[in-house]
DNA sequence: TCAGCTATTCGGTGTTGCTATGTACCAGTA
DNA sequence: TACTGGTACATAGCAACACCGAATAGCTGA
């Protein structure tokens, strides 16, 4: 989409992956197909191997090998206790943050 | 807060500080002042000061100075015809993401 | 004089998403 | 066999942005 997207991605990416692994376990090439289904046409493959990493890094998701048909074997993350709970962390802070741009878009008009 | 809102900042900020100029010109230490108020807690002043500079250097805002009776002169900022046009784009790129990820929230439940 | 509030500026840092590229596995096809 | 294309992951370099810390400067009251 653009810049502004871009911009407003970073903070709020981190959160939507692990919103979809709250949902289901999923492998990195699936969330970016999937994301670009949703109309974020632009997210680049590499922004979410390397989100991936970082999460794995931090302890909030499990990782699995499973062998594909198709190619090479995926790597299937799925969202433990901890990423749990920063999951509704992340949910309070989105909640407080779209609350006050709500009321400031209310206020403009 | 946190880091978690340090994060999503990144890209809504400079939205927030034009929803708030478009309702009336303001100067930086006032924004400051008004963010903490909302709740913002930790925004830091250099933070407002510099995105100031980069929306002023990108024609959005037109500024004026204006002689304080407490201080150095204000640097009073306010909302151009890009400028609005900006925002209301910016409105459209923040609907788009607000939406899908309060559908993701539902979705998660 | 000095502390404290008002008001702005700037250099350096860390995090993040994008770009571009590379690797690798497999199926279909000419 | 060689080539194309889809699947799947990884990574180095870059730009943007918010934070931190410190500096500068004007004014007021103790």
Redesign the interface.
Known sequence: ??K?????????L???VL??L??RPAYGYEITAWLRD???SDIAEGTIYALLVRIEQRGLVDVEKVPSEKGPPRKVYSLNAQGQAYLE???R??S???E??EQ??E??K
């Open positions: 989409m653009g502004l997207v871009t911009e407003m991605l970073k903070g709020t981190e959160g939507i919103a979809i709250a949902g949703q109309g974020f962390e992340f949910w802070t989105w407080f943050l779209a006050r741009l400031l878009r206020g403009g």
